[in-house]
């Protein structure tokens, strides 16, 4: 048996994680501990609480460093029981494969991600970080096309979710990757999304993107970096120029062009005044 969500003691265990997180982690040891052993009691159990708290400490390296797989594993799967599909439920498996990936296990980080899915309830905005996150291990094995499939949709569920910096940085890493090579005929992103069947083997794959979807991401992107293009090292801006050049794009240089007095990376400026 569990409480509520709304139970006191999870509005006591939360509001005190938004201190930790505000830097406020003086005590974490102390009242995570204290917050653990109430969970367990006659009169204010709560199985939600204990397995976010113990999450929570096994992150914070409380605990034998041996055991912290095991720790987050317990979690993950309490988790999966009692609230299978939940934000919470969604953040323990991403805490499960920062996990396996920090210790170089890219495979593994990989199959933990699939346990996230918008058939099992997941929220977009797990969604989104679990795309974005298995879309840049997808980089590191050098699986471009696949790559960007998942990064077009970690775009799409953190813009609906309103996490517009996690969104922002997806749109980059795509178009960063999509300018490698680009044409009219490729097929549009979202056909690639929705059409995507598993594969027998993994490997490298490529697929051109295509003009109108490099076109959507700038355009996006383009009203945000330009109010404020200070800095020294803007390769976001420098992404955006490489592509109003493939894509002969005027409008796009001309409009950095007029932001020429407040831009500080010297590349940048060397390029536009070129």
Not at 52 to 61: P, Q, T
Not at 198 to 221: F, H, K, Q
Request: overall charge negative; glycine content about 6%; some cysteine.
């Amino acid at each position: 048996m569990r409480a509520s969500e709304s139970s006191p003691l999870m509005n006591e265990f939360q509001d005190f994680m938004m201190k930790v997180r505000n830097g406020d982690a003086t005590e974490f040891a102390v009242k995570s501990n204290d917050i653990l052993l109430r969970s367990r009691t006659v009169d204010e159990k709560d199985s939600v609480v204990e397995a976010l708290v113990r999450m929570e400490r096994a992150l914070f390296g409380i605990g034998e460093e041996e055991r912290i797989e095991a720790e987050l594993r317990w979690c993950m799967d309490r988790l999966n029981t009692l609230t299978p599909g939940s934000l919470n439920h969604g953040v323990s498996i991403l805490n499960m494969s920062a996990w396996h990936r920090n210790k170089g296990e890219t495979m593994m980080a990989l199959a933990t991600h699939s346990n996230i899915s918008s058939s099992s309830g997941h929220p977009p905005q797990v969604l989104g970080l679990s795309r974005l996150e298995v879309g840049r291990m997808l980089v590191s094995l050098d699986d471009l096309s696949t790559a960007m499939r998942h990064l077009w949709a970690a775009r799409a569920y953190l813009n609906e979710s309103g996490m517009t910096p996690e969104a922002l940085a997806a749109s980059l890493e795509w178009l960063d990757i999509a300018l490698d090579e680009v044409n009219d005929i490729a097929p549009r992103m979202q056909y690639r999304v929705e059409n995507a069947k598993p594969r027998n083997e993994p490997g490298t794959t490529w697929i051109p993107a295509n003009t109108n979807d490099v076109r959507e991401v700038v355009e996006m992107l383009l009203p945000v970096l330009l109010a404020d293009v200070s800095g020294t090292d803007r390769a976001d801006l420098g992404l955006v120029i490489d592509a109003a050049e493939m894509l002969d794009e005027v409008g796009w240089i001309a409009s950095l062009e007029e932001k020429i007095g407040d831009i500080q990376d010297p590349r940048l400026l060397d390029l536009l005044q070129s």
